[in-house]
């Protein structure tokens, strides 16, 4: 799979969507190092996943994905745009230091995390 076409689904499959982070800049950058990784079989941890993608692309490379966000309305956005793409993932909304969350163990982790105010 490309990450241009994923990309394309899962904007437009966010778009749906009106309370949605948009993904930044360093989002894209994240997901040409992820591209480097043999994620098919892994256990992958996105903390903080605000607007997912990162999430998203390592579900569709094969990998088994936690994603959690403080915000109940990006978890639910999440919830959503996975339906739409067709990929499973382990929604948790916490914050980032709920100890009995992160139990599992996992073979990579993502955190990317932005000045940026929520969204309104």
Excluded: W
Excluded at 5 to 31: C, H, I, K, R
Excluded at 64 to 87: C, G, H, M, N
Aim: proline share 2%; charged share 25%.
């Amino acid at each position: 799979m490309r990450t241009e076409d994923l990309v394309g689904e899962f904007l437009a499959a966010q778009n749906e969507s009106s309370t949605a982070y948009e993904p930044t800049e360093d989002s894209f950058l994240m997901l040409e190092a992820l591209g480097e990784l043999g994620l098919q079989g892994s256990k992958v941890l996105d903390v903080g996943t605000g607007s997912a993608i990162l999430a998203a692309y390592c579900a569709r490379r094969g990998a088994e994905v936690s994603a959690s966000d403080i915000d109940p309305s990006a978890i639910e956005t999440l919830r959503l745009v996975a339906d739409r793409l067709e990929i499973q993932l382990k929604l948790i909304a916490c914050d980032l230091f709920s100890k009995s969350t992160y139990e599992d163990r996992y073979h990579e982790i993502t955190a990317l995390f932005s000045s940026r105010a929520r969204p309104e």
